[in-house]
């Protein structure tokens, strides 16, 4: 069994985590949250204007870059 938690993709929550982490051991998507909460369902919006993969990675990018 994989620890963890999926959502359907009609579904919007508000996360907060201590940040992105890279494993490089995986092809293809190497970023995951680091320690994610759900903080709160986001039934204002659709899942059309969640964050996307890529701003997950410009994110990890920002936390290097800092």
């Given at each position: 069994?994989r620890?963890?938690?999926?959502?359907?993709?009609?579904?919007?929550?508000?996360?907060?985590?201590?940040?992105?982490?890279?494993?490089?051991?995986k092809?293809?998507?190497?970023?995951?949250l680091?320690?994610?909460?759900?903080?709160?369902?986001?039934?204002?919006?659709?899942?059309?204007?969640?964050?996307?993969?890529?701003?997950?990675?410009?994110?990890?990018?920002?936390?290097?870059?800092?």
């Amino acid at each position: 069994v994989r620890p963890g938690l999926e959502l359907r993709p009609q579904i919007v929550v508000t996360i907060k985590c201590e940040g992105v982490v890279r494993d490089a051991t995986k092809q293809e998507f190497p970023f995951s949250l680091r320690d994610p909460k759900i903080v709160v369902l986001r039934s204002d919006k659709g899942a059309q204007e969640a964050d996307t993969t890529k701003s997950i990675e410009d994110l990890y990018k920002k936390e290097r870059l800092a």
